[in-house]
């Protein structure tokens, strides 16, 4: 897990516990000019790709890489190629843009010529680097896996969807094990576009507060590894999606399909909503989104049941917020503590769910975390704790 928090888990584990949000004064050149906080991974601009993976070179790609190096991952996906061979572990991830950045700068340079000519990116440069599969390629050639591999891009939903693809896939018998993840980083298209929608927020993002006032973008990446033959302190035990195609960008008012996804995902996990412990938000901090996700998680889960979302935090990391949500609801388990709403100081009286404010010690056993898109794409995971 890398994102505005810190560079790998313990990083994130320690900004979470001493309550340091990643958040920032936008300063991404050249969109710096939009009044708004993000959450930007300084280190990307320090990354340099190999040699041998430089048709591969973008921010996207190296903000990946940033991430696989983390945490042991790439010695823990060595060992499962042994146990079941390279080419039966799949490769699923999710992002909503992918490596744009790399277009919008050669466009940029184009434009800045006195004839407004200039190199664009080849077929094989945007295959590789802006492409949506692009990232999903590098990872899977990064690692030295051969098996299955598909890149799911449905906006905010993408990364927490890859869970339930490749639960399909291991169970159709496509493939032994996977690796899931999402990645997404900062661009202009995407700074521009919520700020041409009107939903940034001019300070740090505030979920759950009366007095959100939109979202804070941020970029991460984040992945896991899915192996039902290795030991695992955390299960995936339930999956499930929905599409209510309510509205192109605003969620059915009643959050109609959010609810669908949550109960979908009790169902395959064999579990009723007493079962869960607490839920981790979706919770962007726009007013709608946010007013939407309390009535359906207050109606699958009355209002006892923690909530908090980790927005505050990171930001919104689109593709990659699936991802986020899922890691640091792990996080909890391992450590049992629940994170706290950043940012929030006067949770919206018309909610009804149980907000978190203060981070706490609490034991965990299962949580569900949420992670919906743009169109009605819903997704929600339920993850158990093996103790």
Not at 138 to 150: E, I, K, Q
Not at 336 to 362: E, H, I
Request: proline share 4%; aromatic share 6%.
């Amino acid at each position: 897990m890398t994102n505005a928090c810190g560079v790998g888990t313990r990083a994130v584990q320690r900004a979470l516990q001493s309550g340091t949000s990643g958040l920032r004064r936008n300063d991404f050149a050249p969109a710096a000019s939009l009044a708004t906080w993000i959450g930007r991974v300084d280190a990307v601009d320090a990354a340099r790709m190999p040699d041998a993976f430089a048709a591969y070179d973008c921010r996207n790609n190296l903000l990946a890489q940033l991430a696989l190096e983390q945490d042991g991952f790439v010695a823990a996906v060595h060992a499962a190629a042994l146990r079941h061979g390279a080419e039966r572990i799949g490769v699923f991830l999710g992002t909503t843009t992918s490596g744009i950045l790399s277009t919008e700068l050669a466009y940029r340079a184009r434009a800045h010529t006195e004839a407004g000519v200039g190199e664009l990116l080849s077929p094989e440069h945007y295959r590789r680097r802006h492409s949506l599969f692009a990232t999903t390629e590098f990872v899977r050639a990064y690692l030295g896996l051969h098996g299955p591999a598909a890149t799911v891009s449905t906006a905010c939903s993408s990364s927490a969807k890859v869970f339930a693809v490749a639960a399909r896939s291991i169970a159709a018998g496509d493939c032994d094990a996977a690796v899931v993840g999402g990645v997404d980083s900062l661009a202009m298209s995407t700074l521009f576009g919520f700020h041409s929608l009107e939903l940034l927020s001019r300070e740090p993002c505030r979920p759950c507060a009366v007095d959100r006032d939109g979202i804070s973008i941020g970029e991460a990446a984040g992945f896991a590894l899915l192996d039902p033959r290795a030991e695992a302190l955390v299960f995936l035990k339930g999956a499930g999606e929905s599409s209510d195609a309510f509205h192109m960008s605003s969620p059915h008012p009643d959050g109609a399909g959010a609810a669908a996804a949550m109960r979908a995902a009790l169902a395959d996990a064999g579990l009723g909503g007493g079962d869960i412990d607490y839920v981790s938000l979706h919770g962007t901090a726009s007013r709608p989104n946010d007013a939407a996700e309390d009535r359906a998680v207050a109606g699958v889960f009355g209002a006892v049941t923690p909530v908090s979302s980790i927005k505050g935090w990171i930001g919104h990391t689109l593709g990659a917020a699936g991802i986020m949500g899922a890691l640091s609801s792990e996080l909890a388990l391992r450590l049992k503590w629940l994170p706290a709403t950043l940012n929030c100081v006067n949770v919206d009286p018309a909610f009804a769910c149980t907000v978190v404010l203060q981070s706490r010690p609490m034991p965990l056993r299962r949580v569900l975390c949420n992670a919906f898109g743009f169109g009605g794409t819903n997704c929600s995971l339920v993850l158990e704790s093996a103790a």
